[in-house]
């Protein structure tokens, strides 16, 4: 019987799907570049490939997607910052 959670489980590694940015997807823009990025990814994904409990493959997911939400916000923070430096003067 194939775990249901699967599909879940592949789509938070590498879909980018209606505008939700994924890990894979976040990892192009990621300051060590995305080698680096997708390297550790593939490693977190597979230290966790046997899990076969349905609940502690919820929490996984959740955490994952907890990481997206986070990068995002990092990413904004970084554009923002970059726009702010081109269009105001720096404070003295």
């Known amino acids: 019987m194939a775990n249901p959670l699967r599909g879940e489980v592949i789509r938070l590694y590498k879909n980018c799907v209606f505008r939700h940015l994924k890990l894979l997807y976040l990892g192009r823009e990621y300051p060590q570049g ?8 593939k490693s977190a994904f597979m230290k966790n490939k046997d899990v076969t409990d349905p609940e502690k493959i919820k929490k996984l997911v959740a955490r994952g997607e907890f990481v997206i939400k986070e990068l995002e916000a990092l990413y904004f923070l970084r554009k923002y910052r970059a726009m702010k430096k081109r269009y105001y003067e720096p404070e003295k």
């Open 34 to 41: 995305s080698a680096y990025f997708r390297e550790r990814l």
